[in-house]
Every structure is written in C-alpha cells, then in structure tokens.
T-cell receptor, first 115, second 113 residues
Framework: EAGVAQSPRYKIIEKRQSVAFWCNPISGHATLYWYQQILGQGPKLLIQFQNNGVVDDSQLPKDRFSAERLKGVDSTLKIQPAKLEDSAVYLC?????????????FGPGTRLTVL | AQSVTQLGSHVSVSEGALVLLRCNYSSSVPPYLFWYVQYPNQGLQLLLKYTTGATLVKGINGFEAEFKKSETSFHLTKPSAHMSDAAEYFCAVSHYGNNRLAFGKGNQVVVIP
C-alpha cells in the first residue's frame, strides 16, 4: 500500500513570496490533515478535511494560508505572502475516517525555509 | 482544551538499557493517547495507542506504554534500547468526538553504543 505522498520535499523562498505544497493521501482515506511543525515543537494541526469539506480550520491563519481538496482526493496548501515565521515542516496526514481512534498516517513532509 | 507535556527534549540511553519517555496530559474528558516516532527525513509513524480497555498497551518494535488515569500519564518504555531506536518520539492526545491530535514537543532519543 502506497503511503502519503508530498511534494516538494524542500522549498526555499524569500519573504513575501508565495508557495504551494501538494499532498496525495492514501487511497480510500476520507480524511486529510495539514500540520505545521516548527523546529523544536510538535506538529500543530492547521486544517482538516472530510472528503472535500472542511471539518476544522480553527488554527489556520486565514489571512495568508489557504487550502483546498478538490474532488476529495489530492490537497494543496498555499501561503501568500510568506513570513519568516512560516519556516517549518508542513506535514500531510490521512486517515480512513474521522473517528477519534483512527490512526493518522503521515507523509514525509515539506521543509520550508523563508529567507 | 487538551495538552501534552514531554520533559527533556534530548534523552540519551546506552544500547541495551531501558528506554523511558515520560508523557503527561491534560484533558477535561477521557483521553485517547498516542505515541508516534519520527525517523530522520520521514513522516511520523504510530508506535501505539490507548483508546479504551486494557491500560497497558503494546506497540511495534518492542515498545509499550501504560495509561495511568490517577497520574494523568502515558509513559513509553522499552526494556532494551537498540541503535535503531534513535529517533524523535511524540506523545499526542485526542478525545471522543474530536480527532484533532494535540502533540507534545517531542523527545530526541540518542542511543550510545
């Protein structure tokens, strides 16, 4: 079974530029998550999708971050414009459903550096 | 709100010695508890989880954890460390009706030959 795929793996941009990350979840997984992991901290949930609908985006900085999951499969996370404090690893995860005990499977992440 | 505390960002253990990583949680409702491991340049992988039932949970790679409600703890142990256990370990909590995971800051485990 293929795991969660993410691209690119690394990205370096200047502040105020835009950037987009892509995620392909495990086939058949209805729920998709985007996490932000700042160096030295645990992952923090940014947004959660159930199929193509948003379940929780309470911690997403909506003035600069946006995400979509068209057709309920792949997802894109965008930052526009980027700030220095956005430097982090962005992790995508998926789970079969949204029940609290479901295992979340994580991709390898995209490491973003904002200069 | 729920939260997780993991003390000691870096933990050194000798090969063959006991691995003990401490996790304390704060939750106003019965928690679901998870331990994840992250190897360099890889995503997080589930080691084990507690939802209901038996409080001693066995996971992959010889790890186990015990849920102690009275101590609000879910410490992770492995009797004998192996070089391949060098990684970062995260404790996380969620609860019924909300599968948002709240993670601790993690423990970077170094295994000394």
């Amino acid at each position: 079974e293929a795991g969660v795929a993410q691209s690119p793996r690394y990205k370096i941009i200047e502040k105020r530029q835009s950037v987009a990350f892509w995620c392909n979840p495990i086939s058949g997984h209805a729920t998709l998550y985007w996490y932000q992991q700042i160096l030295g901290q645990g992952p923090k949930l940014l947004i959660q999708f159930q199929n193509n609908g948003v379940v929780d985006d309470s911690q997403l900085p909506k003035d600069r971050f946006s995400a979509e999951r068209l057709k309920g499969v792949d997802s894109t996370l965008k930052i526009q414009p980027a700030k220095l404090e956005d430097s982090a690893v962005y992790l995508c995860a998926s789970s079969l459903e949204t029940t609290s005990t479901d295992t979340q499977y994580f991709g390898p992440g995209t490491r973003l550096t904002v200069l | 709100a729920q939260s997780v505390t993991q003390l000691g960002s870096h933990v050194s253990v000798s090969e063959g010695a006991l691995v003990l990583l401490r996790c304390n949680y704060s939750s106003s409702v019965p928690p679901y508890l998870f331990w994840y491991v992250q190897y360099p340049n890889q995503g997080l992988q589930l080691l084990l989880k507690y939802t209901t039932g038996a409080t001693l949970v066995k996971g992959i790679n010889g790890f186990e954890a015990e849920f102690k409600k009275s101590e609000t703890s879910f410490h992770l142990t492995k009797p004998s460390a192996h070089m391949s256990d060098a990684a970062e370990y995260f404790c996380a909590v969620s609860h019924y009706g909300n599968n948002r995971l709240a993670f601790g800051k993690g423990n970077q485990v170094v295994v000394i030959p």
